[in-house]
């Protein structure tokens, strides 16, 4: 282990996001008392808009449910370790097919209030600007959770302690159109590879709407970075306009293909179509699915509007980028994601250089539970490289020339030789890693406190 805790506490975690809530969680419910540290609402970073904990500012979608993928395995893996976001999330699901999504504010809701609630937590409405801040003095360890956007001053201090230049990338939010704004006359329901299901609003585009749709978009305005920024964006999370830079054709084979869609108007295939899911409960809202973009607010809505089914759209929430920051794992943090320069502080979630809603909460389980061992003087491996979370930790402790945030996947894990397709590989790469999973969780879990 790379920090000295007798577990006396309190640990400090600063970020109240999914990261820092899931370890401030883990080390509550196992004895280490928390003071969990939240800007808001003194401050507000420029994608955060509320007073809730554990905020999603881009999509409410936490991606596929099925554990056949590395997320689902990721979800079920973490569900066993006792995820508090897991938790939340299965309450306040909403419609979305083979993909797990949520209604934001109320999963927003359900996590403040337990994290509120529990009585070894004791939740701080302070801003930590530097890694020596006072109000950590009393602190036996301090977890570093404050995401991607963590304030100017707490990110200045971090690269300092690095010792380097921090890596970044920027991430482009989605919009959000209000249900009754829709036309319903020129969409319709439906699943890409789920005929029975019905939990996607389909705006379907015949070749000259989509020609022209293109077109439009090639030319539209985007919002200009500041001179000495590089923009970097991450492969999974292109802008809209950036697939567009590609080729006419880049987003009907992308976020736009209508494979396995027919639209019952007229018993066929659309050229093209954009999917809306369901924002909340009440379904009076939608987002854009994989429309993530940077253009200048009125382009977007000019833009979007020539989408049949959005001529007439309210967009209550219009898309924008921000800059994700992160660290070079391999080389600034330990193997337990404790800073090299800095022993007795630790990072948890995105800035650790994993991507993902979904991701990012995992990191903060995984670190809660080994800082939880830690403080009771016992040893917690870590997870196998075959598991997801095993898979995902990992990619953080692998050197690269050019390492790069990564969601949890199957090719972070170990390969696989076995004959067959794709499906096949995935249920073998499933089926070993929930084999490598048990004993490791049942271990991992033997001695916590009641």
């Known amino acids: 282990m790379s920090s000295s805790f007798s577990g006396a506490g309190p640990v400090a975690v600063v970020g109240a ?19 969990l540290f939240e800007m808001k609402p003194q401050r507000f970073s ?74 070894g937590i004791t939740l701080i409405r302070e801003e930590i600007r530097s890694l020596d801040d ?11 959770a404050a995401g991607p956007l963590a304030g100017e001053e707490l990110a200045e201090d971090l690269k300092q302690a690095v010792g380097e230049e921090h890596l970044y990338f920027y991430d482009a939010i989605a919009p959000i159109v209000a249900a009754d704004s829709v036309d319903m006359d020129a969409a319709f329901w439906g ?12 705006c ?19 919002v200009t970075p500041r001179t000495f920024e590089k923009v970097v964006h991450f492969e999974a999370c292109l802008p809209i306009e950036t697939l567009a830079e590609r080729g006419e054709m880049t987003l009907a084979y992308g976020p736009l293909k209508p494979v396995g869609l027919v639209d019952p108007r007229t018993g066929r295939q659309p050229f093209a179509v954009v999917q809306l899911r369901t924002e909340n409960k009440n379904k009076t809202a939608f987002n854009l699915v994989g429309f993530q973009t940077k ?20 967009f209550l929430r219009l898309g924008s980028m921000h800059r994700n920051t992160y660290v070079n794992a391999p080389r600034a943090l330990t193997p337990e994601l404790g800073l090299k320069a800095r022993p007795g502080v630790h990072l948890a979630g995105q800035i650790t250089g ?16 080994l800082l939880a061992a830690l403080g009771q003087g016992r040893d917690l491996p870590h997870p196998p490289p075959e598991t997801a979370l095993g898979a995902l930790l990992n990619h953080l402790r692998t050197p690269s020339e050019n ?38 969780v049942k271990d991992a879990l033997a001695h916590r406190r009641a």
């Open 191 to 202: 699943s890409r590879y789920n005929p029975e299901e019905s939990d996607y609003l389909n």
């Open 46 to 119: 420029p994608a955060h808009s509320n007073e809730n904990l554990a905020e999603l500012v881009c999509s409410n979608s936490l991606r596929s449910d099925e554990q056949t993928s590395g997320v689902g395995l990721l979800k079920l893996e973490m569900s066993e370790l006792g995820s508090l976001v897991m938790e939340a999330a299965r309450a306040t699901r909403v419609p979305a097919g083979k993909a797990l999504a949520v209604d934001r504010e109320l999963f927003a809701q359900s996590v403040t209030r337990r994290i509120v609630e529990h009585p």
């Open 134 to 144: 006072p109000l950590l003095q009393n602190a036996a360890l301090t977890v570093i």
């Open 354 to 369: 994993v991507e993902g809603y979904v991701e990012s909460a995992a990191c903060g389980l995984w670190l809660g539970h």
């Open 17 to 35: 996001g999914l990261a820092g809530c899931e370890c401030a969680w883990a080390l509550a419910e196992q004895g280490i008392p928390v003071h």
């Open 295 to 314: 253009l200048v607010y009125p382009e977007q809505e000019r833009i979007l509007r020539l989408i049949p089914a959005l001529e007439r759209a309210e």
């Open 204 to 222: 379907p585009l015949d070749e000259s709407q989509y020609r022209r749709f293109y077109q439009e978009l090639r030319l539209a305005r985007t």
């Open 403 to 440: 390492f790069q945030p990564s969601n949890v996947n199957f090719g972070l894990m170990p390969g696989i030789k076995a004959r067959g397709g794709k499906a096949k590989r995935k249920l073998l790469y499933a089926q070993r890693a929930r084999e490598a999973w048990a004993p490791w």
